[in-house]
């Protein structure tokens, strides 16, 4: 039955947004969405992320609020140095940040965690995830600012997921 529909729910849900989406309950339709809903699920398979061992569930609550006033505090600082961008104009600079993450969740966790938080943006990751190029908005002190990316986000993602 799992070969058959490795996401029953998946399965479901694409039939109904189908019928939703096409506002009819046509026979077309009603199989069209059926289609759909059987085969996306199995030619999609392969692409479906490893499952998560989530191994201390009490980081991701201080993790959370972590990222939520890193993501306020940032963004009154990218404020504040986009309206005086004129008298001290920013020091943008691409950084590279060594990993010890490895976990495929964990990284993806920790891309949308940079994505979140303004004034950084994920730029590339190296082929054997040991190095993060990362671009700052404006940094001024690059040992400080690493040392507060890998204690403030990897450390706890590995906490959790590793």
Avoid: C
């Amino acid at each position: 039955m799992k070969r058959l529909f490795p996401a029953p729910w998946l399965s479901l849900a694409l039939w109904v947004l189908w019928l939703l989406l096409n506002l009819s309950l046509s026979a077309g339709n009603l199989l069209l969405g059926a289609a759909l809903g059987f085969l996306a699920p199995i030619m999609f398979a392969p692409l479906r992320p490893l499952p998560i061992k989530i191994h201390r569930p009490g980081v991701i609550l201080k993790l959370f609020f972590r990222v939520g006033g890193d993501v306020i505090m940032s963004n009154i600082a990218v404020a504040w140095g986009v309206l005086n961008a004129g008298r001290h104009p920013p020091r943008s600079r691409f950084i590279k940040v060594p990993l010890d993450l490895r976990d495929a969740n964990g990284l993806a966790a920790l891309s949308m965690i940079t994505t979140v938080v303004p004034g950084t943006v994920w730029s590339e990751l190296a082929l054997d995830r040991s190095v993060l190029l990362l671009h700052v908005f404006d940094l001024d002190d690059e040992v400080q600012f690493i040392e507060h990316f890998k204690s403030a986000y990897e450390r706890p993602l590995m906490e959790i997921f590793e």
